[in-house]
C-alpha cells in the first residue's frame, strides 16, 4: 500500500466495487473492480483493451448489459433490479487528459462549477481549499489559456474533486505533461487522497506511473481481466506470459532445464548461448517430462535488473554473468537501452552517467551481471479469470 492510502471507511470514505459486461460493436468487455477509499486501483494494457470503455461504463456514459456498480455505498446501476442512476446523479469525478476547462471561465470559477452553494462562503472556501492543496494560490482570477499546462491540469483535478465525489476516475490524465511535471502531479494527488480519501481508478500506458500511484493493478487485454494484483508483482515478475509481453518484459527466453540445484534454491536452465541460474520450481523435475521431453520453461528478466561490466565479475555473488557484443545503445529518457548479443538478444537500461563513463558503443564487449533471484519463470499461458469466477 502506498504511503498516504486509507482503508476501510475512515473519514467518511466509502468503498467502490461492482462489475459490468458491455457490448461495443463487436468487442466484448466484461471486468470487475474494487477499490478502498483512498486506494488507486491501475488499469493497465493496450489501446483497445477496454480501460476507457470501463470508465464510461462506471460513469453511466456506456451502458451495460449486464452489471452491478456501487459507488459510495450507493448502488447506482444493476441489471436485475432495474436501477440506472443518470451519470449526474452518480456523485464522480471524472477526468481525462484533454481536462475541457471552461475558456470563458476564470479558474476559481472553473473550479466552483459542479459546486450548487459556488457563491456562499461555504463554496469560496472549497475553492481555497482545493488551490491551496494543489499549489494554484494567486492564479484564481487568470483565464486557462493563461496557464502553463501543469496548471490547467490541477485545476482540472481540483473541478473534479470540488463537490467531494465519491470516486474519482482518471484517464491517462498526465499523458500529455512532461517526466518532471507528471512526477510532481503524481506527489500532490497522492498528498490530496491522504486529505480527502476518495476510491480511484486510474488508466494509463505508463509502468512508472502505475508502480507510482497503484495500490493495485489490473491488466485488461481484448475486454478481459488477466491479473489483478499488488504493482510490483504484476509489473515486475508476472506470472503469464501474455501479461509479461503487456507489460513491456523486455527479455523473455524459452529454455530447458539442465538441472535443479536444491540446496541453492535454484534451477540451471539452458538454450540456444545461454546458461542462466533462475529460482528453483518445486513443480518442475530437473529431469525428463512423462514424454521423455527435457522440462521447458520461459525466464524473464527486466532490464533494470541487469548490471554492465566491462570485466568478468568473478567475485560477485551474483550467479548470472554474461558476455556480449553491444549491438545496439538508444536513448531511452531519463537514460539508455544498451542491447547486447550473448547468444541471444539481452536488453539492459543504464543511466546517461554510467553510458559517459563507460564509453559504451556499438561492437563493445561487455558483462551482463544478474542474480538468479532476479529471473522469473512465467507460464505459458492460463486463461484469464472472469467476472463470474470472483464471485460477480
Request: aromatic letters at 4%; glycine letters at 12%; hydrophobic letters at 40%.
Amino acid at each position: 500500500m502506498k504511503a498516504g492510502a486509507v482503508t476501510g471507511r475512515q473519514n467518511g470514505g466509502m468503498a467502490a466495487n461492482g462489475w459490468v459486461q458491455c457490448q461495443v460493436g463487436n468487442f466484448h468487455l466484461e471486468t470487475h473492480w474494487e477499490i478502498e477509499p483512498g486506494q488507486v486501483l491501475v488499469l493497465f494494457g493496450p489501446s483497445g483493451a477496454g480501460k476507457s470503455s470501463t470508465l464510461r461504463a462506471i460513469t453511466g456514459l456506456l451502458r451495460p448489459v449486464r452489471g452491478h456498480v456501487e459507488v459510495g455505498g450507493r448502488v447506482v446501476y444493476d441489471s436485475s433490479d432495474g436501477v440506472w442512476v443518470p451519470t449526474h446523479r452518480r456523485r464522480l469525478g471524472y477526468l481525462t487528459q484533454q481536462y475541457h476547462l471552461f475558456p470563458h471561465l476564470k479558474v476559481a470559477a472553473n473550479i466552483a462549477f459542479g459546486l450548487q452553494d459556488r457563491g456562499s462562503p461555504a463554496g469560496r472556501e472549497r475553492v481555497s481549499e482545493l488551490s491551496g492543496l494543489f499549489q494554484l494560490g494567486g492564479l484564481e482570477d487568470r483565464y486557462p489559456w493563461e496557464l502553463s499546462g501543469g496548471q490547467q491540469q490541477r485545476v482540472a483535478l481540483a473541478r473534479a474533486l470540488a463537490s467531494r465525489p465519491a470516486m474519482l476516475l482518471l484517464d491517462e490524465p498526465f499523458a500529455s505533461l512532461d517526466a518532471e511535471l507528471r512526477r510532481t502531479l503524481r506527489r500532490e494527488l497522492r498528498a490530496m487522497l491522504a486529505q480527502s480519501p476518495v476510491p480511484v481508478m486510474l488508466v494509463t500506458h505508463d509502468r512508472e506511473e502505475a508502480l507510482a500511484l497503484g495500490d493495485s493493478v489490473q491488466v485488461i487485454d481484448q475486454g478481459r481481466v488477466l491479473v489483478t494484483g499488488d504493482p510490483l508483482e504484476v509489473l515486475g515478475q508476472p506470472g503469464q506470459g501474455r501479461v509479461a509481453r503487456l507489460v513491456g518484459v523486455e527479455n523473455l527466453f524459452d529454455l530447458t532445464v539442465q538441472e535443479r540445484n536444491p540446496r541453492d534454491g535454484t534451477m540451471t536452465c539452458v538454450g540456444q548461448g545461454l546458461r542462466l541460474e533462475v529460482p528453483l520450481d518445486s513443480h518442475i523435475s530437473g529431469g525428463l517430462e512423462s514424454s521423455g521431453e527435457p522440462d521447458r520453461v520461459t525466464v524473464g528478466i527486466r532490464a533494470s535488473d541487469i548490471i554492465l561490466a566491462k570485466e568478468d565479475l568473478s567475485g560477485s555473488s551474483a550467479r548470472n554473468r554474461l558476455r556480449g557484443q553491444v549491438i545496439s545503445v538508444e536513448p531511452r529518457p531519463p537514460g539508455y537501452a544498451v542491447t547486447l548479443d550473448c547468444g541471444q538478444t539481452l536488453r539492459c537500461h543504464i543511466t546517461g552517467a554510467s553510458l559517459e563513463e563507460m564509453g559504451i558503443q556499438a561492437g563493445q564487449q561487455l558483462w551482463a551481471v544478474f542474480k538468479a533471484s532476479s529471473c522469473f519463470l512465467v507460464d505459458e499461458d492460463r486463461p484469464p479469470r472472469t467476472a463470474s469466477e470472483d464471485g460477480a
